[in-house]
């Protein structure tokens, strides 16, 4: 099972395989139980919901095909054009790569032809014709998008719909979408519509064996879920980005099992020394000219933390929404799925302890709670989608505004209270990073608030109704409606992976922690378990004032001990000296200087991922470097409006407030000022 030719595999990928070993008895033992655990969390859809997927399909393939016709009749055009006016519906995601589960959506890729267009035609004709269908219980046009893109809910199935505009008069039924030919004077949103098909298939055509393949990126799938970092909207990473990063691994182990498979990649890229970019295959650049992702002539791409490549032309960074906080939080999830694996080598745990679910909030002791509202269901669903599309925006600026001192975790779901109508939900939870602290910083998070508002206006489908609240809450005060049966779990003792060697040891889940995450993971380096020793486990309170007091009294130099970003993935290269742990860094390196040309040698590499770790950091700084004259006065005065205002607010018209700076203070301590901060 599993097994495919050495023949085959040494032409897959970059370089060579790290190992081509077939699997072992106690594999296939492992596999067994895996597959097993899959079944019983309900991976895996029913024949049922199988066979109305595919009468769905059908059905929608066969109303584009009748609205191109309509199109047709409708513009006069001769008899010979309409008897061959055709369109043709492609799947990609989690559906074409066969890897979806209950409840999953259906990606969707209407291709038509040119005299077909998406504003007019797709947005408008098709959008009365589906209205119009008994069967859409749902339908929701998002134009603007950077993809743009249909909601269908269809007989119970929700749909993606994107449309793509040949410059062909007729679109014939055996079209192969794989010849780049097919790009030739195709607008922007066309090309990034196909890349998904586009992408898909030359996946499938780049692994190995492909149903290992999928077992494989079912538990990676399910393990991001259960761990809070699946979302590539909010700046964790995507279906599409999991995908990438399962292919890459099934090409250096070609012959393993899935159960061998997933703990491998978890050393693999617990060991990645980021942004040495992740690629199946090389970069090709192409004779029509599109722009490739490329860091030695585009600027904006060396700023990428994570850049996980498509291999489909024109390649992209499939992962350019992840922000510092995201990317940290992802190696750190990495790491502590490494330690399991090997747990689960030496038999110390089982498959369950990986998945178990991340307490998110339990993890921190500040949150930021966005609370959206609109005055119908219809408003509020693309209101709230439209916030959430945002809300890496408000995470960046968060990063900037505090010199990348603050950490924000976002929730990857949505809460709704019952008690109230047509809201939604969205937390972050705030901690300190684990970098230098300048004493005496002093950060206020209501102008950067505001200015993510003002971003907000920008939406051109907003309505009378359509309000936001952005308010600072604390563990204690998490609303009750967020946990299931609107019911706060009673505090208890567990056991966690953390302290040395990846042993268990006992943690209070009601501890004043707000670095459980840290603690969550072994850390060898004896300076940083100094500072888990001079940071006060209370982490962040609410004082008199309204403001979050962090670490009073720390001494600098122990909070200048904390590992940085940079100096974590720099550490990355100063590993065990197991042969497969080099061949891991080989791998990383030889894939970065094929196709970037930007790793010369190990010491260069080094160097280039501290430059890249810290380039975001620096360029968004350099802003902050102009003090604002009259800020405080500002500031003080919107903070009164602020505080008076405790009803969400309907977002009017007013100029984009300025980044507020980082100022010195006297006292040695860090305080963070949030928005509608109530006193106790």
């Known amino acids: 099972m599993g097994v495919s030719s050495a023949t085959k595999e040494s032409r897959m990928g970059l ?7 077939g699997p072992t008895e106690l594999d296939r033992t492992r ?4 597959e097993k ?20 399909m059908g059905r929608m393939n066969q109303i584009v095909k009748d609205w191109v016709k309509e199109i047709c009749i409708n513009k006069e055009f001769n008899e010979q054009l309409v008897e061959e006016a055709n369109a043709k519906i492609f799947t990609f995601g989690s559906y074409r790569l066969g890897v979806h589960g209950p409840g999953a959506d259906i990606d969707m890729l209407c291709i038509g032809p040119r005299y077909v267009t998406r504003n007019e035609d797709f947005f408008g004709n098709l959008y009365g014709i589906l209205a119009k269908m008994p069967e859409v219980e749902e339908l929701h046009p998002v134009p603007d998008a950077h993809v743009p893109v249909m909601n269908i809910k269809f007989n119970g199935i929700s749909i993606d719909l994107l449309y793509a505009k040949l410059e062909l008069w007729t679109i014939p039924e055996d079209l192969d979408i794989s010849y780049d030919s097919i790009l030739r004077n195709v607008d922007e949103q066309t090309i990034r519509s196909l890349n998904g098909c586009r992408v898909t298939d030359q996946i499938l055509r780049l692994v190995p064996n492909i149903q290992n393949f999928r077992t494989t990126l079912r538990c990676v799938k399910f393990w ?8 590539n909207v909010i700046g964790f990473l995507g279906g599409i980005n999991w995908a990438l990063l399962v292919a890459r691994v099934c090409q250096l182990y070609p012959n393993a099992l899935p159960s061998v498979l997933i703990s491998k990649f978890f050393k693999v890229f617990s060991q990645w020394r980021w942004p040495n970019p992740v690629m199946l295959c090389p970069i090709q650049e192409g004779s029509l000219s599109h722009k490739v992702w490329d860091p030695t002539r585009n600027l904006q791409d060396r700023k990428h933390l994570m850049p996980i490549i498509t291999p489909a032309y024109p390649c992209m960074n499939s992962s350019y929404n992840v922000s510092s906080s995201t990317f940290g939080i992802m190696q750190k999830e990495f790491q502590r799925g490494n330690e399991i694996c090997e747990a689960l080598a030496a038999k110390e745990t089982c498959w369950t302890t990986l998945f178990e679910p991340f307490p998110f909030f339990e993890a921190f002791k500040n949150y930021l709670h966005i609370d959206v509202t609109a005055r119908n269901d219809d408003d509020l669903k693309i ?8 809300l890496r925006l408000l995470i960046l600026k968060i990063e900037r505004n505090t010199c990348a001192t603050l950490q924000c975790c976002p929730h990857p779901g949505n809460f709704s209270d019952k008690s109230r109508s047509f809201n939604s939900s969205y937390f972050m939870g705030i901690r300190r990073q684990e970098t230098s602290v300048q004493e005496g910083q002093y950060f206020d998070l209501r102008l950067t608030i505001e200015e993510f508002k003002h971003c907000l206006r920008t939406f051109t489908l907003w309505k009378p109704g359509m309000g936001i609240t952005i308010s600072h809450t604390t563990r204690r005060n998490i609303p009750d409606f967020v946990f299931p049966g609107g019911v706060q779990p009673i505090n208890k003792t567990k056991k966690v992976y953390g302290a040395a060697n990846g042993k268990k040891r006992k943690r209070d889940e009601g501890s004043t922690s707000c670095n459980l995450r840290k603690s969550d993971f072994a850390t060898k380096n004896e300076d940083a378990k100094l500072v888990e020793e001079a940071i006060p486990r209370g982490g962040c309170e609410v004082n008199g004032n309204g403001y979050l007091d962090i670490a009073h009294g720390v001494p600098v130099e122990h909070l200048k001990v904390g590992s940085s970003s940079a100096e974590c993935l720099t550490s990355m290269s100063a590993l065990s000296g197991s042969s497969e742990a080099e061949k891991i860094l080989l791998t990383c390196q030889q894939a970065s200087s094929k196709e970037v040309e930007k790793v010369k040698d190990d010491a260069g590499s080094r160097t280039q991922v501290q430059n890249f770790a810290t380039s975001c950091t620096v360029d968004l700084s350099e802003s902050l470097t102009r003090t604002l004259e009259g800020t405080a006065e500002k500031g003080a005065s919107l903070c009164s409006n602020i505080l008076k205002n405790t009803e969400p607010e309907e977002l009017e018209s007013t100029q984009q407030p300025k980044s507020a700076a980082c100022v010195t203070a006297k006292k040695p301590v860090i305080r963070f000022n949030f928005t509608l901060v109530r006193a106790a």
């Open 31 to 34: 596999n067994y139980e895996l």
């Open 37 to 56: 655990f899959l079944e019983n969390v309900g991976s895996y859809e029913s024949v049922e919901e199988t066979a109305r997927r595919e009468e769905v």
């Open 224 to 231: 991001a879920k259960q761990r809070g970092i699946y979302s």
């Open 383 to 390: 209101w709230k989608g439209w916030v959430e599309s945002r």
């Open 15 to 21: 370089t060579e395989p790290i190992s081509t070993a």
